[in-house]
């Protein structure tokens, strides 16, 4: 991968290193759970009725937008209890962020939740009842947004009529040849001097294949219906290329100044 890329100080080579062996582990985890001869439209429908059905549960826990809550629940928040209202009503109010109201009946959870987990797992139930239901609001927020970025993804690459039936789906082989793309671009853009701007040029061509070659060959996964290594055609490589290439330029620009 060095010969394909060019010549990299020792802090580069250590960088490259680090995020080669962050894009094989996601790999591993997608070649564990890809489902094989799973259509686009197939993938779409069971992530929809992911995100509906965690909406819903949020909904019963008094989250009624799932967004309300992506930048966090309660951080060190005030909590006001309005003896008022029958039963009483919890009410969030953390720095700087929205005011959150917890249904009443999800309160009674808190307590229930750290009681379940200590009969389970009482060698390592160290975690609080307060904060047990603050992850589990903010992993439903995530697993409502993740499901619907998943799903655009999934169903911005179909093809027509006919045609390998594995078609459209972003594989486990052409996200990871994206993130080595990725990883080639971070790296000419931090070591200017090392090459020119990433391209579809013989220089990526080599450095995707070499990277194949050593994760592939290496995975415990093997997969009879999707090509060997060696046999990854430029095509394929290039499309993965524009592929990436518009993902990068549909990115939100973020203005750090």
Known sequence: MLDAFGELPEEGQYDLAVRIINASSIYELRKLVEPQFTLPHEHQSRLKRISTSAKRLLALLGINDAKSVARGVYPRGEIRIDKATT???????????????????????????????????PATANVGAHERLTSLILLLSDLVEAAERCSLEEGGYRRGRGGDRRAGQITAEVEF???????????RSSFPNSGPQPAFDERLRKFVCSGLMLVVSASRFVDSHLPKPTRITDA?????FNRWRAQTKAKPQVDLS
Do not use: F, K, N
């Open 177 to 187: 040849m994206q993130a080595l793309m990725e990883s080639y671009a971070a790296l």
């Open 87 to 121: 039963p009483p009503t919890v009410t969030i109010v953390p720095a700087e962020l929205p005011q959150v109201t917890i249904h009443p009946t999800a309160t009674l959870l808190l307590t229930w939740l750290y009681r379940v987990a200590v009969d389970r797992r």
């Open 236 to 240: 394929a490589i290039r499309g993965a």
